[in-house]
């Protein structure tokens, strides 16, 4: 949400914003408590993926294709795979095959998930981009609502109903011209002339 304000342009981006960031607000449980420590990991955990949408882009521009992703990844990979060797290279060793298992989650919740995500920030910008993550919380209910079988209050519904209003309100402004270099958005879109 923050993103999304901070990179707004105009008073439409900041209305999609603060509708997506009111949905979100009322999916939240009333009258729990927020320990501090949950806060301050949840800013940081936001902050984070702020960093991840600015830079992801970032790493889309510069490359056309996805040598970008596979270095990030690799990288990934050898961060971690040190760490996973002295946790848990004794349970792989006795049962191989979660290496298997340890594939399709990284296709699943890594490798495919990045992909997209770096194919709509080459065509929506960051702040649209920014709005749509904030749906996170109504997908999840609406999948516990279809697959779960959990209820839905009228509140969680109107919840929802703000948030996936201000996705496609931030899409459907979204100014991707302002995001391309002065020298193509110095030309009319599909024409390569200078715009008058």
């Known amino acids: 949400m923050t993103l999304a304000v901070a990179m707004s342009r105009h008073w439409r981006h900041v209305v999609g914003a603060l509708t997506a960031l009111a949905g979100v607000l009322l999916l939240a449980s009333p009258g729990s408590e927020l320990p501090v420590t949950g806060l301050v990991f949840g800013v940081l955990a936001a902050t984070c993926r702020a960093l991840y949408v600015v830079l992801n882009r970032r790493v889309g521009s510069l490359f056309d294709d996805w040598s970008g992703l596979a270095v990030a990844l690799v990288v990934g990979a050898c961060l971690l795979t040190p760490v996973t ?77 703000l948030v996936v209003v201000a996705g496609a309100w931030s899409v459907k402004t979204a100014d991707n011209r302002a995001d391309r270099p002065p020298e193509e958005a110095a030309t009319k879109p599909g024409t390569g002339t200078p715009a008058p």
């Open 85 to 161: 060797a002295v946790t848990h290279g004794a349970a792989i060793a006795r049962h191989p095959h979660l290496l298997l298992t340890g594939l399709l989650v990284a296709l699943l919740s890594s490798l495919i998930p990045y992909s997209l995500d770096m194919t709509a920030l080459r065509r929506i910008d960051v702040r649209a981009f920014g709005i749509l993550l904030a749906m996170s919380p109504a997908v999840g209910a609406g999948i516990g609502f279809v697959l779960l079988d959990e209820h839905i209050t009228v509140r969680q519904s109107v919840a929802i109903a």
